[in-house]
């Protein structure tokens, strides 16, 4: 069946370095969300990406969708203990219209002050 | 504007009970979307429900079962309960007519304890 699946499984760094997780589609995404994660939380809608090689910015979060729309990145640059929690992609299983999500298994970002 | 709410927030059961989980969707939102998810994991669909009807389900057995109400509010049913039950049920609700179905607002979960 459909997998997502992302790595690493876990980050630790100090402040101020950067970060980045990658996430990998068994099957092409008609698009790709990120979701973030606080400890003892739920996710929280971060973005979603749709067109192939798009790149979006939120301040300090870059995120990728790849060309050919089976793999996905979230790098954040200069990281904060802010930054803490596990972040997760998820794409659409089946045709995008159906609502369901495929999450991967996330990688969880330990910042060390 | 309420978010997405969940009851209860935490539930304790032992193995062979029933639990019922509720959901009450975002203002303006209709479409519910009820997903585990087990320590360290991420979430996994268990099923969506949009104008009364189970619209998808995933790979869940029958003791999982659920229903959406007139008000678009939905319940999650669980019989027979497995230790392996034991997670967070996490409900996220969504607008079907945007066409952006799939941006879903997550509740903050019941936390099951199945002993």
């Known amino acids: 069946g459909q997998q997502v699946m992302q790595i690493p499984q876990y980050q630790h760094v100090q402040e101020g370095e950067d970060f980045t997780t990658y996430c990998n589609s068994s099957?092409?995404?008609?698009?790709i969300q990120w979701y973030k994660q606080r400890p003892g939380g739920h996710p929280v809608f971060l973005i979603q990406?749709?067109?192939?090689?798009e790149v979006k910015k939120q301040k300090r979060l870059t995120f990728q969708f790849g060309e050919a729309k089976k793999n996905s990145s979230l790098h954040i640059t200069a990281t904060q203990t802010t930054d803490v929690g596990t972040y997760f992609c998820?794409?659409?299983?089946?045709?995008?219209?159906?609502?369901?999500?495929?999450f991967g298994q996330g990688t969880t970002l330990q910042v060390k002050p | 504007d309420a978010g997405v709410t969940q009851s209860p927030t935490h539930l304790i059961k032992t193995r062979g009970q029933q639990v019922t989980l509720r959901c009450s969707p975002k203002?303006?939102?209709?479409?519910v979307s009820w997903y585990q998810q087990a320590l360290g994991q991420g979430p996994q669909f268990i099923f969506q429900?949009?104008?009364?009807?189970?619209?998808q389900r995933g790979n869940f057995p029958d003791r999982f079962s659920g229903h959406q109400f007139p008000n678009y509010s939905s319940e999650l049913n669980v019989n027979a309960l497995l230790l392996g039950d034991s997670a967070l049920y996490l409900c996220?609700?969504?607008?079907?007519?945007?066409?952006?179905?799939?941006?879903?607002?997550f509740g903050p979960g019941t936390r099951l304890t199945v002993l």
């Open positions: 429900y949009y104008e009364e009807e189970e619209r």
């Open positions: 203002s303006g939102h209709d479409t």
């Open positions: 099957t092409t995404l008609s698009n």
């Open positions: 990406l749709v067109k192939s090689g």
């Open positions: 996220a609700s969504s607008f079907t007519g945007t066409g952006r179905r799939n941006e879903q607002f």
């Open positions: 998820a794409g659409p299983g089946g045709s995008s219209n159906t609502g369901k999500l495929i």
